[in-house]
């Protein structure tokens, strides 16, 4: 897969990431995890990150590999 535009929002802010978090697409989220240029941080309009949205959404194990990423990765 390509590594462009992996980040791209849409009007409301929404990442891949955001939206494979929210609907529960794990090996989704771990593909787009394995991205370089991949980043959880980013915020959505509504200033929620996809480890937010994957938590409100009850998708715990998707939220594990989120913070995994966000808190260990260098």
Not at 2 to 10: A, I, P, R, S, T
Not at 34 to 55: E, G, R, V
């Amino acid at each position: 897969m390509n590594d462009c535009f992996v980040d791209q929002q849409d009007e409301e802010g929404s990442t891949a990431l955001m939206c494979a978090s929210e609907h529960g697409h794990v090996e989704i989220v771990k593909l787009l995890l394995d991205m370089p240029s991949c980043d959880p941080s980013i915020m959505d309009n509504d200033d929620a990150t996809a480890l937010q949205i994957a938590m409100d959404n009850g998708h715990r194990d998707i939220g594990v590999l989120l913070y995994a990423k966000m808190e260990f990765s260098e």
